[in-house]
């Protein structure tokens, strides 16, 4: 490794492209159920859009920024630090992404207490599971091990 930091082997690119795409599939989810009529008060685009009074379409280019630009690079931050495997890293990672969802929803209405319903937690943790397994995926062996938390690199 010739004397390279621990964080410089963290590939927010990656991280990145597994937000990408857990943010499709956890969007190909939302919409199959709200089709099927399972998922319609766990929409969270749609509680988005009624939050920040936005149109449906901005609403989901916010879902994907926030999933892609936030919570993959994230993942890939704080990999090295979380429990292995991959695909529980990310759980972890969804986890957070429903409670600051939840904060914020309360926080732009005070006057309505948080919700803690099954469904969106679901969707977060399916999320979450697609995020950390396609990382882990995507990296090589090197930096997977890094993210694992398995090499110290001193620098």
């Known amino acids: 490794m010739n004397g390279e930091r621990q964080d410089s082997m963290i590939n927010i690119g990656k991280g990145i492209i597994a937000g ?8 190909g989810a939302i919409f199959l159920g709200s089709l099927a009529g399972v998922l319609p008060a766990a929409d969270p ?3 988005a859009s009624g ?5 449906l379409g901005l609403s989901w280019v916010m879902h ?11 993942l890939a931050v704080l990999s090295p630090i979380l429990p292995s495997p991959f695909w529980f890293k990310g759980v972890v990672v969804g986890a957070l992404a429903w409670l600051l969802m939840l904060l914020v929803t309360w926080a732009a209405d005070p006057a309505v207490p948080p919700q803690a319903n099954l469904e ?3 969707l977060h943790v399916f999320f979450g599971g697609i995020l950390g397994w396609t990382y882990g ?8 091990q890094v993210s694992a938390g398995r090499v110290t690199l001193t620098g």
């Not at 994907?64 to 994230?74: E, I, K, R, S």
């Not at 995926?137 to 997977?144: K, N, S």
């Open 45 to 47: 685009v749609r509680a």
């Open 137 to 144: 995926a995507l990296l090589d062996r090197t930096e997977r």
């Open 120 to 122: 969106p937690i679901l």
């Open 20 to 27: 990408l795409l857990a943010s499709a599939a956890a969007s």
């Open 51 to 55: 939050v920040t009074l936005s149109p």
């Open 64 to 74: 994907f920024a926030v999933g892609t630009l936030l919570w993959g690079p994230l």
